[in-house]
């Protein structure tokens, strides 16, 4: 048996590096099933290097399909014919797809369009914001997927509204913090707490990327002056988005106690959060991790796909709104945040029970 795993940018190569190890210990016990990776190069990241698999003990990818940047149609356009290349030179049993960026949509239109069996790890999570390409991506792969990995029991009920069967709803928690979990022995100090004289529980952490918060330079003026007036003096780190920089260097915009740095090594960011008084974000993933290390999350979006983060975790949704930042940190800084729970199978091993599954899957005719 053998399968493709694709990945296309940075987060899916965390998502999917505990999977690699969960079918190497398979294939340690005898299992009869082997595996590619592919990169479809979607995002160009120059601290992808071979110290980046190392760190994430998986193989640098058998192919690079270069894509790299564009429009999105663009981008989908090239993934697709370059994947569609590579399937045709072998032979596949089942292809695996992670998460919602464009790679994920894109090769799974072509894996089904040969006929082979599609996976998505991460299925069935909502945002419920067609607005979002992230929600694109994953409805229509959702709309096409064989089988479908989740990670909570909020994504099991939006793929039966959507008319999953049960029998195709494979519920195993979450890939990323088998990853956290992993990591946890390897984390290390960046070199940026001597740098900006940091301690410990006394900073903030904060990432910036989507277009709702940082294309329109006075809504992010104000979003990151909210910040500085209301940190309490604490040093905010902010590893930059590519996209938000050029916003920034365009508009002149530069901000007091706002620590500017280049995106991190995993461990490097993941010991950041850990020990952060809190993370401001408008990521989705950020606020899984958040959740499991206990550390208070302010969101800044309307909506979320991950609503266990709020229900369950230490997230909560404080919108794009300027004035509800402000509230959010009075708050944090009162000792008023809330306690949060690690939600259920997020315990590391998501990666284990989705090899259990897959060999049963591939093991009898479909």
Not at 1 to 12: C, K, S
Not at 47 to 56: A, H, N, P, Q, Y
Not at 250 to 262: M, S, T
Request: a negative charge; glycine letters at 6%.
């Amino acid at each position: 048996m053998h399968l493709v795993i694709v990945a296309g940018t940075r987060p899916n190569f965390v998502k999917i590096s505990p999977i690699v190890r969960a079918l190497s210990k398979a294939q340690g016990k005898g299992a009869r099933i082997d595996f590619s990776l592919v990169h479809t190069g979607q995002h160009y990241d120059r601290s992808m290097s071979g110290t980046f698999f190392e760190d994430l003990e998986i193989p640098e990818p058998e192919v690079n399909l270069c894509v790299g940047s564009g429009t999105q149609t663009e981008q989908t356009a090239a993934i697709m014919m370059g994947f569609e290349r590579f399937l045709l030179s072998r032979s596949c049993d089942m292809v695996i797809v992670v998460g919602d960026v464009t790679s994920t949509m894109a090769c799974a239109i072509v894996t089904k369009k040969l006929n082979i069996l599609l996976a998505h790890v991460e299925g069935g999570i909502r945002s419920f914001d067609v607005t979002m390409p992230e929600e694109i991506n994953r409805k229509v792969t959702d709309s096409i997927t064989d089988h479908f990995f989740t990670t909570s029991r909020f994504a099991n009920e939006n793929l039966r509204k959507e008319g999953i069967p049960n029998e195709r709803i494979h519920f195993v928690g979450n890939v990323m913090i088998d990853s956290l979990v992993h990591q946890q022995n390897k984390l290390y100090q960046p070199s940026l707490f001597e740098k900006f004289n940091l301690d410990k529980n006394q900073y903030l952490v904060l990432t910036l990327h989507r277009p709702s918060n940082v294309d329109d330079p006075n809504n992010l003026l104000k979003l990151l002056e909210t910040i500085r007036a209301h940190s309490q003096q604490y040093p905010v780190i902010f590893p930059i988005h590519p996209r938000t920089k050029k916003v920034m260097e365009d508009n002149g915009i530069n901000i007091k106690n706002l620590h500017i740095i280049d995106p991190m090594s995993y461990s490097e960011f993941i010991y950041l959060i850990k020990y952060a008084t809190a993370v401001i974000t408008d990521s989705g993933g950020i606020t899984e991790e958040t959740t499991v290390l206990g550390v208070p999350c302010l969101t800044l979006r309307n909506n979320t796909e991950r609503p266990e983060t709020c229900i369950e975790g230490t997230n909560e949704l404080i919108g794009t709104d300027p004035a509800n930042l402000q509230i959010a940190l009075e708050t944090l800084f009162a000792g008023k945040w809330k306690k949060g729970n690690i939600p259920e199978y997020w315990d590391g091993k998501s990666a284990e029970r989705i090899v259990g599954r897959l060999l049963q899957i591939l093991g009898k005719p479909e």
